[in-house]
Each structure stands twice: as structure tokens, then as C-alpha cells.
């Protein structure tokens, strides 16, 4: 199977119902056989409804990224600027990678890659010497994925479910010049 040509532009309030079905799918696919229905649905019906995807992509502090294959939207991730940071995550005013996800028919097929290289390449034109995220400790594929891609643990952190407090890893990138 060959890759797929990908397509990474910056999300505008127009995209907000595409962007928002795509959020919800990837959440739900990514989290669900491991979660409750009422945790999962308390989350996306807060984070990735339709008026909050909007305000979301006309935030100041959040770079919206979505990739598109033949016109389809396929996966995006989000950076967050000017948020508190935890102190042991490295760099001169590090930015976060806030959301990251590919719909699952296209993983393995370096679409992941190609909108990660744009996320980073963002990041660093914010002026930022690191990229930080935090991940669910039990999702395997996603923790290979980024040291795959030179993010290293830093830490943790806890990050609530609707009621269920789960460990994430806290992983870091440096950016050129650090």
C-alpha cells in the first residue's frame, strides 16, 4: 500500500463540525474499550461539541492543525501556548501538543508523521525551544510513536476521565537550537 499524499493546513471556525465528528471518533476509538460510556461521554460531550471546536479554533493561545487526504479530514492536532507548564518539562517557553489524533484507517500510513513534522515545525516558529504533551500510560502505540519521533519521559501527570483519575506520562521534544 502506498502513502497517501497528505495535506496539513491550519483549522479555521469554518471546520469546526468536520473537525468536531473527527475529535469524537478518534476519542471514542482511541479510549472507549477501556473506559466507561458515561466517562467517555461526559468527556466528548464537553470537549468536542460543535460550539466548542468553534471557540476552540478562534482561540488566541491554540494552533489548530488538520491533515486531509483527497479532500477528507483524517487527522489533526492541536498546540496550546501560554499555559502553566510543569516545572520538570525542559526548554525556553515550551509549548504543548495538546491533541494529537489520526483516524485509525490511516495509521501506519505516515499521516501521523507528516502532520507531527508540521505540529513541530509550528511550535518552533513560536519561538519555543521544546514540545511537551502528556499521554495516557497505557496507550502503548501512541508512547512508541512519539519516542519513535524524539519525545522523551519527563514526568507524569494525572488527568481526569468524567470521575476516573488516570496516570498520563509527561513527554518532551527538543525543538532546533536546544
Not at 476519542?27 to 461539541?49: K, L, M, S
Not at 502505540?141 to 476521565?161: D, P, S, T
Request: charged letters at 20%; hydrophobic letters at 45%; proline letters at 4%.
Amino acid at each position: 500500500m502506498t502513502n497517501p499524499t497528505v495535506h496539513v493546513r491550519p483549522g479555521a471556525p469554518a471546520d469546526a463540525s468536520a473537525l468536531a465528528h473527527l475529535a469524537v471518533l478518534t476519542f471514542r476509538t482511541t479510549y472507549e474499550p477501556f473506559n466507561t460510556a458515561a466517562n467517555i461521554d461526559q468527556y466528548v460531550g464537553a470537549a468536542f461539541a460543535v460550539d466548542q471546536v468553534r471557540s476552540d479554533l478562534n482561540a488566541d493561545n491554540l494552533i489548530t492543525l488538520l491533515a486531509s487526504v483527497d479532500d477528507e479530514l483524517v487527522g489533526y492536532g492541536q498546540l496550546r501556548l501560554h499555559v502553566v507548564t510543569p516545572l520538570w518539562v525542559p526548554g525556553r517557553h515550551p509549548v504543548e501538543l495538546h491533541r494529537f489524533y489520526v483516524d485509525a484507517a490511516w495509521h501506519g500510513r505516515h499521516v501521523a508523521a507528516h502532520l507531527l513534522e508540521h505540529c513541530v515545525s509550528a511550535a518552533a516558529a513560536t519561538g519555543s525551544t521544546s514540545l511537551w504533551l502528556g499521554v495516557w500510560q497505557q496507550n502503548a502505540r501512541a508512547i512508541r510513536f512519539y519516542r519513535k519521533h524524539g519525545f522523551h519521559a519527563v514526568g507524569r501527570q494525572e488527568f481526569m476521565l468524567g470521575d476516573d483519575r488516570q496516570d498520563d506520562w509527561l513527554m518532551a521534544k527538543p525543538l532546533a537550537g536546544e
